[in-house]
């Protein structure tokens, strides 16, 4: 991972959320299934953005893929959305996420071949 050495042994690094995989619905406790305390949240609360550490927000650039978990099914759901003929906006949203760095010469891939 590059530019990981702005972080010391005193400080560790700063990272950015550059999107989630999950629905926004499930980043926090509700639908009367849990209590604040047995809910485990999947990416804590201090790590997201400023914009999505209140529950109620329907809609964020940071989440396009709404998945309900990370297993096999919901990652071929979202296959066949990329494949599919209709949803243009988020295969742009896709490849934009798969090629950051690209500019960098981080990846091994170019944004001539996307």
């Not at 972080?7 to 406790?29: H, I, M, N």
């Not at 209590?35 to 953005?49: C, D, G, K, M, S």
């Amino acid at each position: 991972m590059p530019k990981l050495e702005k972080g010391s042994k005193t400080r560790a690094p700063k990272f950015e959320l550059e999107y989630l995989t999950y629905d926004l619905d499930l980043l926090y406790p509700g639908g009367g299934q849990e209590t604040q305390e047995e809910f485990a949240y999947p990416v804590p609360i201090r790590h997201l953005p400023k914009s999505l550490r209140e529950p109620g927000t329907t809609k964020s650039k940071f989440a396009p893929y709404r998945l309900k978990d990370l297993t096999i099914p919901s990652w071929i759901r979202l296959a066949r959305q990329l494949g599919g003929e209709k949803d243009k906006k988020l295969r742009r949203v896709f490849r934009k996420y798969m090629t950051l760095g690209a500019e960098t010469g981080t990846s091994g891939v170019t944004s001539e071949e996307t």
